[in-house]
């Protein structure tokens, strides 16, 4: 059984430090695994610079999971091939998958993940105790679910002086979690450090220049045709390494091809959104909104977030097709009252063996076989109506 009984959120970050520190020397083989989201790309950078620092050498397998990808097929197969030392997965919810960890943990002498999505019971079970798995859920405090981000901050500090917090906002503000009132310590040395991240813009795209550096974070993985490239994380590493957030979107540079990207996506999310007075279902007996869309690029996300501004009583659910899977993101208005992590757990319930759901109480996700859509459709509408 996977070591759970942790102390507080200090005695996690001291684990993580002694993994770290223990495992981790020059001519150690690393392989990391992050999300491909802002909050993903940012905990990996932290843990690149750690593990450079450690191993004193670049940090040259890094692999990014796109949400639609979960079950890792790709991934676990050229992660064999390149036959690790060490490796440190970061923002993914893999605890349910038995077979992948119990494969990592028999091939690789040493295997280290944070997550922050879910903690079922049954991840004691599952995950192999050779695995440091932490995960900010298992402290049982129902507010606290520190984003990757947020963990990798705060592994940093135990190694760099410089602190680069801001790398950190963008993760949190990534997952929606920088607005909160529990990242207080943080929100202050952005007000000091970077003022003006935080200013409101008049009549901009963006209501400040943190949510500008997150949607060009998000563009440079969500919408590459290539999965192995990671624009993003090239143009977020020489940002850090100038310590000037603003590089993101100059254009300059390396920046050059997230600038193009970031516009590229923008088009498509604006011709799907124009679409939606015409091809979303709105109910007319529920608050709710559903539509299903048909791009390669996984905005679905963006686009629940602009139908929920458009339409604050009413909860969103997007779906789109990639290859033989449905992903769906969920997104509630300001103005509705449903608890989206109550829905998803009665979707559960119902006995949705087809795919996995789960999120925060106001953004949500799923990823069901195409083949069951009719099915998830059903047991949707029969927790939405039944959750309040
Ligand atoms: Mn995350």
């Known amino acids: 059984m996977v070591h759970w009984n942790y102390l507080d959120w200090e005695e996690m970050i001291d684990a993580a ?15 990391l695994v992050h999300h491909g989201d802002a909050d993903g790309v940012t905990s990996g950078l932290y843990i690149t610079r750690i593990v450079e620092k450690i191993t004193q050498a670049p940090l040259e397998h890094i692999i990014w999971v796109s949400t639609k990808s979960y079950k890792m097929k790709q991934e676990r197969a050229l992660i064999d091939s390149i036959s690790p030392d060490i490796l440190i997965v970061t923002d993914l919810d893999l605890g349910k998958e038995r077979d992948l960890l119990h494969h990592w943990s028999a091939t690789i002498d040493a295997v280290f993940m944070y997550d922050h999505h879910n903690i079922g019971e049954d991840y004691r079970d599952t ?4 695995i440091e798995y932490i995960n900010a859920r298992m402290l049982g405090y129902e507010n606290i ?5 947020f963990f990798g901050y705060e592994l940093n500090r135990r190694f760099f002086k410089e602190e680069y917090a801001w790398v950190a906002a963008i993760g949190l503000r990534g997952d929606h979690a920088f607005f909160s009132d529990e990242y207080t310590e943080l929100q202050g040395i952005i007000q000091k450090e970077n003022p003006e991240l935080l200013e409101p813009l008049e009549g901009h795209d963006y209501k400040n220049l943190l949510e500008k550096c997150v949607y060009y974070v998000n563009a440079g993985f969500f919408h590459h045709p290539d999965m192995h490239e990671a624009t993003a994380f090239r143009v977020l590493a020489k940002a850090l390494e100038l310590n000037d957030p603003s590089f993101i979107y100059s254009g300059d540079d390396v920046s050059a091809d997230l600038t193009r990207k970031r516009r590229e996506l923008k088009e498509e999310i604006q011709r799907i959104y124009a679409a939606s007075s015409e091809l979303a279902e709105f109910c007319p007996d529920r608050e709710l909104i559903i539509y299903k869309i048909d791009t390669s690029h996984y905005i679905l996300g963006v686009i629940a977030s602009n139908l929920v501004k458009d339409n604050p009583n009413k909860v969103v659910l997007i779906l789109n097709q990639f290859g033989t899977e449905i992903s769906g993101e969920i997104r509630e208005g300001e103005n509705a009252d449903k608890n989206l992590v109550q829905m998803m757990l009665k979707v559960k319930d119902k006995d949705f063996p087809y795919g996995s759901v789960g999120g925060h109480p106001r953004a949500a996700g799923c990823l069901f076989d195409a083949e069951h859509e009719k099915d998830f459709r059903r047991i949707f509408l029969e927790a939405f109506d039944e959750s309040i």
């Open 127 to 130: 995950i192999p105790h050779s």
């Open 145 to 149: 679910w520190h984003p990757a981000s």
């Open 17 to 31: 430090e002694k993994f770290f520190k223990q495992k981790l020397s020059p001519g150690k083989k690393v392989v």
